[in-house]
């Protein structure tokens, strides 16, 4: 717990590999300390779907993240702040983040119109019921939701934008910054995070980052990507961020959680990630494993007695067999449970695995070695072989 009232987040790298821009570090927040670099599961309406805060405190899960624009809707602002914040309403004890609600610009497009003031929003509850979202409303949320990290609002546009509009966002995205930070009435206990944009365009991103790093801030964030572009194009982008932004603050790459882009990305200097792939996939009845996914709804599992990962610790492996999975997999509501707690175990376990990597200044090995796996007959695509040479990791290296 971060006892300083005058510094709400304290970074600290703690090691950094020599070949890649890949590091290790502690962030210390208000309500827990984060080690880095992390994966953050999601609970958009301030529960993770299927578990217990409680549960994933027994996972070791140091930090969620949580939806503004979905709180702020319900169950609203006032209830919050009478509560004591979100983490007291749903009684989770470790660190908070919550993303500012512009992502809403794009997932709810049909239903949101963005002018300079804002974004106005129809209730996708009723469609008919209207809410104004500015960077003062999404702060004056977040301040109730007492998250230890928010994120600024953004002019959020679908990824492969092209022309006028993406600069446009890129300059607004800025504007809006100092209004978020000028609302702000909790500086000493929340942090705010800029949001790197631009789209695709290389020259923008490195404005935008520019720009962003002239702000008293505690870290930062690149957004705007996986949402559709290549992964050609999406690496680029991510390195290029990565480059300009401060080595002594943490950079966090919003809605990346595939296992491979979580490796690739810790070596392009990134040091926070999250997503809801893990949860969403164990509600189709998927698996995450190093090989990829287990899809066990399929019949080759129906006499299967081997754990989902026999090394996996975690308390759905050491108790259930894929059979019994397979046999209650997307009907009962258990089964959702059961692959969450697996998948969310897996990705801490992986973030996990990677900063012992750097800290053993073995990072480079370890990705090889996790790609051999993946891609066992090392046909591995030219966008990973390309991303990782441009951090000296040569995977066709004999």
């Given amino acids: 717990m971060n006892n300083n009232t005058n510094k709400p987040l304290i970074y600290k790298v703690t090691n950094e590999c020599k070949t890649t821009k890949a590091r290790v570090g502690v962030m210390t927040l208000v309500h827990h300390h ?50 004591g914040g979100l983490h007291k309403f ?5 660190a908070l983040l919550t993303d500012s609600g512009g992502f809403q610009m794009v997932s709810l497009m049909k239903l949101a119109e963005v002018t300079e003031d804002g974004v106005k929003f129809r209730s996708p509850f009723d469609e008919t019921s209207e809410c104004m979202l500015t960077p003062e409303h999404s702060i004056e949320i977040q301040n109730a939701i007492g998250a230890d990290i928010m994120m600024q609002l953004d002019d959020v546009i679908p990824t492969t934008s092209t022309g006028p509009r993406v600069e446009e966002a890129m300059h607004r995205t800025t504007r809006w910054l100092d209004r978020c930070l000028a609302a702000d009435k909790r500086p000493h206990e929340q942090s705010i995070f800029p949001i790197v944009q631009g789209a695709l365009d290389e020259n923008l991103r490195r404005q935008s980052a520019e720009e962003h790093i002239k702000r008293d801030v505690n870290g930062f964030a690149v957004g705007g990507l996986s949402g559709g572009e290549s992964k050609n194009d999406f690496w680029r982008m991510v390195h290029v961020s990565t480059d300009i932004l401060p080595k002594n603050k943490p950079r966090y ?41 287990l899809s066990l709804r399929q019949q080759i599992y129906k006499n299967d007695l081997k754990p989902i990962d026999e090394n996996c610790d975690c308390s759905t492996c050491k108790t259930y067999t894929r059979a019994y999975i397979h046999h209650i997999v997307t009907v009962e509501t258990v089964a959702c449970h059961l692959l969450t707690v697996h998948n969310i175990a897996f990705q801490l376990k992986l973030m996990k695995d990677i900063r012992t990597s750097i800290v053993n200044q073995c990072f480079p090995k370890f990705v090889k070695d996790y790609m051999d796996t993946l891609y066992s007959d090392k046909n591995y695509p030219k966008w990973i072989i390309d991303a990782l040479n441009s951090v000296n990791i040569n995977l066709l290296e004999s």
Wanted: aromatic letters at 8%; a negative charge; hydrophobic letters at 45%.
């Fill in 90 to 94: 749903m009684n989770w004890n470790r």
């Fill in 34 to 83: 984060v080690d880095t670099p992390v994966f953050m599961p999601v609970g958009t309406q301030g529960t993770l779907k299927g578990l217990l805060p409680q549960q994933l405190e027994q996972l070791d899960c140091q930090i969620m993240l949580s939806n503004t624009y979905h709180l702020g809707i319900r169950p609203g602002p006032e209830i919050l702040k009478e509560a």
């Fill in 253 to 293: 790459l919003m809605g990346v959680g595939f296992a491979v882009d979580l490796v690739v990305c810790v070596a392009l200097g990134v040091d926070m990630f999250d997503c809801v792939f893990p949860t969403r996939t164990a509600r189709f009845g998927c698996a995450l494993v190093r090989t990829g996914q």
